[in-house]
């Protein structure tokens, strides 16, 4: 069974950094394309970023480009991203999410989300 | 960017209704749309991927169309546990956007 467990979220001061880690159990997390989405509270959905399975290229929102970086653990199966520069706009929960495949593809499985709060 | 535009933001309909909500994208993405459900306090759920093929254990009253520029999610009756927020996503290429989300209601 696929799971997915973030952590590392909670409060920082705007300027601050913040590292999310997400833990993946039952399948090889280097094989599959994984994202980062957030949600704003009361808002929709925001893809963030993406590593590609195998080769592992990267892909950011323009929004979070030169600020976030995303990278993955294969000793651990980990998908992380470490979050600089952080504004008030980026408050939100963050959600890991499992590709279908490993190159770019829809999201077919989602951990439970780790809240993110950029305040002073 | 491609930008993705769903219609209408938000409806209200009686059990049992045929409910439909429309995915534009800004460009052609060929069959590159997933639908996902997300219910109140829950996380997103994937409905439909390759715009029209069910993800497994999804309910048959969901159907998804449509291909290049436009698309639809269907509910053909509309049930209690429906109550949702419905979000397109194309994935052709980076970024991978979502549209603005549909809010289903039962009236």
């Known amino acids: 069974e696929v799971q997915l467990a973030e952590s590392g979220g909670g409060l920082v001061q705007p300027g601050g950094s913040l590292r999310l880690s997400c833990a993946a159990s039952g399948f090889t997390l280097a094989t599959y394309a994984m994202s980062w989405v957030r949600q704003a509270p009361g808002k929709g959905l925001e893809w963030v970023s993406l590593?590609?399975?195998?080769?592992?290229?990267?892909y950011y929102a323009d929004s979070v480009k030169g600020r976030f970086t995303i990278s993955r653990d294969t000793s651990k199966n980990t998908l992380n991203l470490q979050m600089n520069g952080l504004g008030a706009e980026d408050t939100a929960i963050y959600y890991c999410?499992?590709?279908?495949?490993?190159?770019?593809?829809?999201?077919?499985?989602w951990g439970q989300g780790t809240l993110v709060t950029v305040s002073s | 960017d491609i930008q993705m535009t769903q219609s209408p933001a938000s409806l209200s309909a009686s059990v049992g209704d045929r409910v439909t909500i429309t995915c534009r994208a800004s460009q052609g993405i060929s069959s590159h749309l997933a639908w996902y459900q997300q219910k109140p306090g829950k996380i997103p759920k994937l409905l439909i991927y390759?715009?029209?093929t069910l993800q497994s254990g999804v309910p048959s009253r969901f159907s998804g169309g449509g291909s290049g520029t436009d698309f639809t999610l269907t509910i053909s009756s509309l049930q209690p546990e429906d109550v949702a927020t419905y979000y397109c996503q194309k994935y052709s290429s980076a970024p991978l956007t979502f549209g603005g989300g549909t809010k289903v209601e039962i009236k």
């Open positions: 590593i590609s399975g195998v080769s592992g290229s990267t």
């Open positions: 390759a715009a029209s």
């Open positions: 999410a499992k590709g279908a495949f490993a190159y770019i593809s829809n999201f077919d499985n």
